[in-house]
């Protein structure tokens, strides 16, 4: 049923819970599955060398959030892709999952934003609200 799925984690608790989720399924259903990671854009007026420096400290960042999601998912019968793309969270989420043609997307309630006690995360929302497939929230 759902042979593409499409995880998009950010480090936070929710999203590695959404990590154990989708390998489950992935698993169940022998699906393909892509790890996606985005990282906010880096604003110019930072100048040099501030703007160079804060690029790669977030792109380490995300390589670290990267590997942990590697590590949750573990070994799953079909193949697992992985981006680490620059973007607000839910934008990068749908053109990924527009692009891929995903069949499933898997995110966590909550990530890491600025209202943390909101029931479901903005990012969450904006792509529940506009994804081309199914979505799966996990608390």
Do not use: W
């Not at 959404?18 to 990282?39: D, F, P």
């Not at 989420?93 to 891929?100: E, G, I, K, Q, S």
């Amino acid at each position: 049923m759902f042979k593409k799925i499409l995880l998009g984690v950010d480090g936070s608790e929710h999203s590695y819970r959404a990590a154990e989720k989708a390998a489950a399924l992935a698993c169940s259903m022998e699906s393909e599955l892509r790890i996606v990671v985005a990282h906010p854009t880096v604003p110019a007026y930072l100048g040099e060398p501030n703007f160079q420096d804060a690029i790669v400290a977030r792109l380490q960042e995300s390589k670290k959030i990267m590997e942990d999601a590697l590590k949750v998912v573990g070994e799953i019968p079909g193949e697992i892709h992985t981006e680490i793309l620059e973007g607000s969270a839910a934008e990068v989420v749908l053109n990924v999952a527009n692009v891929r043609h995903s069949d499933l997307i898997v995110l966590g309630s909550r990530g890491h934003g600025q209202l943390r006690g909101l029931l479901l995360g903005s990012q969450s929302q904006k792509v529940l609200q506009h994804a081309p497939c199914p979505v799966m929230i996990v608390r």
